[in-house]
């Protein structure tokens, strides 16, 4: 059964593997749009790196739209420091030729949900959810039509990857994150609980080299890149690789399991900004919100991205 998804995102190495991953999959994936927000570098960046995916993948006809340039109430953070200059550093990719579409992101997103049967639109955000809440906000009838939201985000035993207590892509928009996450849309999170276990090794990083399409080199010289941030961060053995975890679960749920738990968010708080407190011991009587996903199988995980980067 096809799913039929919108991927919104803020390429970023991992977003771009993300894509392709989920661009490489037409029997489970059918992309319905990308919609570009701000979050590892600025919108112009990411609405453009977004299409420079499209084409390293061969698929220039995949509809692209730029959705909030800033979050909803604070000032943008962006992660120029991990992902480079252009949020795109490591290999060397043309400009893109495909236009964005002139619709605005969050416009996209509600037409679609409107225009689509109810229950049949998953969601995939993968960077900060300014422009999810921001939909949700103003056609809240939309709500109750997601199929599912499956995003990238948050922490828990893992903690914090730009605060001691808070994960990037909730600290840059913690207002979003909290009207997403008290919806009551269905939400499965990829969080770094689970992005800390799927670290790309110099073995992986060689079996992307080793496809030998230009989308393999291209993704292995992307890995490189950004790796020399978490290597010197974490000192582990390779750099997670976060956001193919949601494109994964689309394609082979099984490869993760979780525990469907109450998840809030701090909005208040200056010192834990941003932080997603699970209650993964359901040590309180807070009402269960999400799937909040704790393992996953890494090589299974590796094996099924290297297959599918092949195809492209
Ligand atoms: O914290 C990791 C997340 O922040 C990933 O989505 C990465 O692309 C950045 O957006
Ligand atoms: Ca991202």
């Not at 422009?131 to 109750?144: G, H, K, L, M, S």
């Not at 399409?213 to 750099?239: I, W």
Request: charged share 20%; net charge negative.
């Amino acid at each position: 059964m096809t799913r039929k998804i919108i991927i919104d995102t803020d390429p970023g190495q991992d977003d771009a593997v993300a894509i392709l991953l989920a661009l490489a999959s037409p029997e489970e994936i059918e992309v319905l749009g990308i919609t570009a927000v701000a979050g590892n570098v600025p919108l112009s960046l990411t609405a453009k790196n977004a299409r420079i995916v499209c084409e390293l993948a061969g698929k220039p006809d995949v509809k692209v739209y730029a959705g909030c340039e800033k979050p909803m109430g604070r000032v943008l953070v962006t992660a120029e420091h991990v992902h480079g200059e252009t949020g795109l550093n490591g290999p060397k990719l043309p400009d893109p030729v495909m236009e964005l579409q002139p619709e605005h992101g969050v416009d996209f997103i509600i037409d679609t949900l409107r225009a689509e049967p109810a229950g049949t639109v998953t969601l995939c955000p993968l960077g900060p959810l300014t422009n999810i809440a921001t939909a949700f906000q103003r056609a809240p009838d939309i709500v109750e039509k997601v199929q599912e939201i499956v995003l990238m985000g948050g922490a828990y035993f893992e903690v914090g990857n730009i605060t001691p207590t808070a994960e990037f892509n909730i600290y840059v928009d913690p207002q979003a994150a909290e009207i997403v996450f008290k919806s009551g849309a269905p939400i499965v999170v990829m969080s770094l609980d689970i992005t800390h276990k799927a670290l790309v090794t110099p073995a992986r990083n060689e079996a992307f080299r080793a496809i030998g399409n230009r989308v393999g080199t291209a993704v292995a010289e992307m890995t490189d890149f950004f790796e020399r941030f978490d290597l010197a961060k974490y000192g582990s053995e390779g750099a997670p690789l976060h956001d193919p975890c949601v494109t994964a679960y689309l394609i082979r749920p099984e490869l993760f399991s979780g525990r469907h738990i109450n998840v809030e968010i701090e909005t208040q708080s200056e010192l834990t900004m941003g932080m997603t407190v699970a209650d993964w011991w359901g040590v309180t009587d807070r009402p269960p919100n999400a799937l909040f996903m704790g393992t996953i199988d890494a090589q299974g995980f590796f094996d099924l991205l290297t297959e599918r980067l092949a195809r492209l």
